[in-house]
Structure formats: C-alpha cells, structure tokens
C-alpha cells in the first residue's frame, strides 16, 4: 500500500509497494514549516508538479538533476524543465497515462499559470491537480485551486482527497468542505495552510465544516498516512 509523507505546504512524498519513489509539488529548502531539506530527501524516480508557482516548482529542477527523477507536468511546464537539462513526461488537462508504478491523470484547477524561473513567459501554463492510481488506491491531489463544479466529476472515484484550505489564494475551510460533499471521498488532508500568516487556518474546523461526510486526516509535516 502507497505511504504518504506529508512535507508542509502541498508537498508529498510517495513510496508504492514496488519501492518507487514520487515527490508531489517539492518544496524543502525554503519552505519554513518543512521537516526536511532537499538534500535530505533520498532517491526519486518521478516528480509531479501541478503548477509552476514558486512554492510547488522551486526545488523541481534542481531535485530532478541530482536524483535523475522524471518530471510529470504539463507540456509547457516539462517544456521548460527539458530546457534546463531536465527529462520530463509532458501530460494536459484530462489526459492521462499509465506509468510503471501507476496511472496519473491532469486535472482541472482554477489558479494561476507562471512558471517559476521562466523569465521570458513563453512557458507559462494552466495549473492542474492529479488523480493518481497506486497499489489499488485512488489519490487525488488538487494543487492549488479555487472550488469548481468539475469535481463533482470526481465522485465515486476518488479514495482520498487533498485539498487546499488556507484561503487568499486556493479555497478556503468552507469552499474545501463543498469540494468534500461533490468529491465524496473516503478520506481528505487539508494541506497548504499555516505555512505563513496569509494562509493561517485551523484544519479543526475543517474538520467540523467536513462532519460525516469523510474522514478529515491532518497530517503535521514528517507525518505519514497509507489509505
């Protein structure tokens, strides 16, 4: 069964049965409510990326060069990443493809599209969220997003759900809760919240906006959940 390790902000690491190793959104070295640096996060063999914002991209290059790692993102996003050295798999809103350790499929997110370290803007994007198939387990990582009734499509196919709370610049507790209710997932972390005072939440009362509509799992960073 895949173990997620939870690292602050939206970022995951994803160990599957098999050994390989994902990392969802790196983001160690500056990231202030990190448990670990880049440095310390082992081997990788894949790295997802649902945006390129600074706080989702920043250590996706550099991590992809020194483990070898094969970045998974939009076209534009791997575009740029191929342009500084780095091997990608470019997918879209809505496609998917099935990988050795699983299928990952793009999709919808509401955000914004710069592409950190892009100083020309020609790769700059549409931003997405996951849904990925692993060790029989249906995860869905929505990055950052605003609610949007394209995840009422997402019922009935999604075993646990990350989502953002901390308002300002994704969906806040109360929009969140509502993506709960379309979603219908059996398990949901909150994630990128308390990671600086904008974005400051209490995922208790998440938890309560959510009731018994799915299992609200908070995970601290260096925390670890297997669905």
């Known amino acids: 069964m895949a173990r997620l390790t939870f690292h602050g902000q939206s970022t995951f690491t994803i160990e599957t049965d098999d050994g ?5 959104d790196p983001f160690f070295d500056d990231n202030p409510v990190s448990d670990i640096k880049r440095a310390e996060v082992g081997a990788v063999d894949y790295i997802l990326c649902t945006h390129g914002h600074f706080d989702h991209f920043v250590d996706a290059i550099p991590l992809a ?3 070898g790692a094969t970045l998974i993102s939009t076209f534009e996003i791997v575009s740029f990443a191929e342009t500084q050295g780095v091997q990608g798999h470019p997918l879209h809103i809505g496609g998917g493809y099935d990988f050795p350790f699983g299928r990952v499929k793009m999709t919808p997110a509401i955000h914004g599209g710069q592409v950190h370290g892009d100083t020309t803007g020609q790769f700059t994007t549409v931003p997405g969220g996951f ?11 929505a990055g ?3 609610l949007t009734v394209d995840m009422q499509l997402l019922r009935g196919k999604v075993d646990v759900a990350i989502l953002p709370i901390g308002d300002n ?4 507790p109360e929009d969140a809760a509502t993506a709960v209710g379309f ?8 994630v990128h919240y308390n ?3 904008l974005i400051e939440q209490d995922p208790e009362h998440f938890r309560a906006l959510v009731g018994d509509r799915a299992r609200v799992q908070v995970v601290a960073p260096g ?3 297997a669905p």
């Open 20 to 24: 390989t190793r994902l990392v969802i």
């Open 65 to 67: 060069r020194e483990t």
């Open 131 to 141: 849904l990925l198939h692993i060790d029989g387990k249906r995860i869905y990582h």
């Open 144 to 146: 950052d997003t605003a």
């Open 169 to 172: 610049f994704t969906m806040g």
């Open 183 to 190: 979603i219908e997932p059996g398990v949901v972390i909150p």
């Open 195 to 197: 990671t600086w005072p």
């Open 223 to 225: 925390e670890a959940y």
